[in-house]
């Protein structure tokens, strides 16, 4: 049999030193027989500046032929300028979309190690671990009409929500699933009370529990109400279903709320392929970072535990998988602090290749 | 001269009751010398139950004719089935639409008698105090097209994002006008990278910063990273700008922040009337909750404070405003605390209107 293959798209900023650790724990695996065929390309900014384009056709075929494209990050403000159809960001959302990776898996745990980090009350944060699951290929990010248009004598800017009950329907079957793997409750989030599209998706998610997931336990909350209860009492959810733009922001803020953006971890799934294995993207929920880029800074746990993800959802190595969260937890307990950890006493910070290497020691 | 003239819409839950905290205020005025022509209505669930409709156009019409508008609360699980065109919210999706208001002014104050309520630590949030300028009356909640149609098979929803140029435009200098008199610091947030109508929001705003307030410090954030800026050092924003979705989402956090949202007010603002005032529309930030509604638990300070903002923005009475924000915090250093806040030790709660008449006390 083949061995299973792998895209490594390190993008910008800190993006590809934080892959060059991962590299280290793919590396690893290899010594003890699972190897990987692993691929490298272009995204973001660093395919506009080598091709003139954030993904090129060719990248795009290499993502769609892989068992899991492991991507770094994308962005900065070198492009900050650049039109919007060439912006870092669209190479992303062209890989996103094109491989119909329909749902997005955001945990948010809080590491017991880390818990002192976060700007929530330590009983607040302690021992967290929900999962946000964002619809991510339909909704104002990719509905049409969208554009800047002219009306009389002004511009307006216009941008779609669409969501059909079939794109519904599977993201929500993806939270029942994952629901039923964990604490079995699932909170839906949208603005029923505001737009249409919130209606029809509360109608569809509640649809789908009744027909098939009835053991699971249902909610719905508008998402106003989930920011502010995700900010109050975060422990009340297990698992959080809800729209790509809502996924965007309160995935974001549960992420904030652990104190330790650069932990966490994200897996974007699709359809099964041919060889039963979903079409999957990981990627670190933290951004490029262009400010500590090159500095030794970066932290590249977020990286390595997307990896993990890969090895848990893309290739039922689920005992791999904890093998590598393991090694993290241990090196945290030891002590080991990235700089964006700080704040202890008496506490220096490793680099971001030390602290890869620490991790492979520890596997 | 006329007195000014004030129209009360109880509205839904604990709405009434809150209301009639505020009436005591309103009447400790009028034995000073400021008396206000007050008259009453229905909106919301209760508007519906009498009439069938939300908002009568009578009601609109009485809206359309005051000084200011003071409203409690919309809404409650008993409308949850009703139809879109008549729930709840879309009375006061109206009152804010027919009237204009475009500008939402939510200040999220942490108290100092309050700082331990949040669930961030003491020190993330003592002493707070930002403001949040959110549009609202555009973008993706009252975009056309919007329903939920038929495409092929299946049923689709669909709402749209639209701003034009005036209207981002009149909103960022509502903005910059309000950073002048406090901190001098705008932030607008959007999704720039994902949305064209994001990008045309950056521009304008930056457009009217360099032309008309280059004095102001402004800088632009995604909405994503504003929320998680939001929940990890809210006191590096002054004034924050955004659009009414992100709006309702990041004003819902940034209240939450304070830890009491029993206690914040809001104002919503339009364009002057003949008589030089904006058109003007005052609310709590807190819902109808339904399930205390009746029980004497509800916190009547954020409407009686909505009334301060009343007091402040459509009368000119700037010292009378100061005089309600004293009187509330007062009774807070007084450790009266109502339901909502209470968990420190050996603290009694007080009801609804002991906490009312406490604050005409202290007045
Ligand atoms: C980089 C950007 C396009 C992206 C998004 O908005 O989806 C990011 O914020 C994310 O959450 O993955
Ligand atoms: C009640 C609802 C329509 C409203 C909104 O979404 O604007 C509320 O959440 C608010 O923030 O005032």
Redesign the pocket.
């Known amino acids: 049999m083949a061995n299973p293959s792998l895209l490594i798209l390190p993008g910008d900023g800190i993006g590809p030193e934080v892959m060059t650790e991962v590299r280290k724990v793919i590396d690893w695996f290899g010594t003890r027989g699972m190897t990987f065929d692993v691929s490298e390309a272009l995204v973001g900014g660093a395919a506009y500046d080598a091709h003139g384009t954030p993904l090129t056709d060719e990248t795009m075929e290499m993502a769609q032929n892989v068992d899991a494209v492991l991507l770094g990050a994308v962005g900065g403000p070198k492009y900050d300028n650049l039109d919007f159809s060439v912006k870092p960001e669209r190479g992303l959302l062209r890989l996103r979309k094109e491989m119909d990776l329909y749902a997005n898996l955001r945990p948010a745990q809080c590491f017991d190690a880390l818990a002192d980090f976060s700007s929530l009350k330590k009983n607040v944060v302690a021992g967290l671990d929900i999962m946000i699951i964002r619809e991510l290929t339909s909704g104002v990010y990719f509905g049409e009409p969208r554009g800047i248009f002219t009306e009389g004598n002004e511009r307006v800017g216009i941008n779609t929500q669409r969501y059909t009950e079939s794109e519904i329907a599977r993201v929500a079957r993806s939270a029942f699933e994952l629901a039923r793997k964990r604490d079995n409750r699932v909170c839906s989030m949208e603005?029923a009370?505001?737009m249409e599209s919130g209606v029809l998706w509360r109608e569809v998610v509640q649809r789908i529990h009744d027909d098939e997931y009835p053991d699971v336990e249902l909610s719905h909350m508008?998402a106003?109400a989930g920011a502010m209860q995700l900010t109050r009492w975060p422990k009340q959810f297990d698992v959080i279903v809800t729209d790509n733009l809502f996924g965007d922001m309160l995935s974001d803020l549960a992420a904030m709320l652990t104190g330790s953006l650069g932990m966490l971890p994200s897996a974007s799934l699709g359809l099964p392929m041919a060889n039963g294995r979903p079409k999957a993207l990981y990627e670190p929920v933290h951004g490029s970072a262009p400010d500590i880029a090159g500095t030794g800074k970066a932290n590249p746990i977020a990286c390595i535990l997307s990896f993990a993800m890969a090895l848990r959802y893309s290739f039922d190595a689920g005992a791999e998988a904890d093998r590598v969260d393991a090694a993290v937890e241990k090196v945290l307990a030891d002590g080991l602090r990235t700089a964006d950890l700080l704040g202890e006493e008496g506490v220096e910070p490793v680099t971001t290749s030390q602290m890869g290497e620490a991790i492979v020691a520890a596997l």
Chains 1, 2 share one sequence.
């Open positions: 603005k009370n505001v508008y106003d």
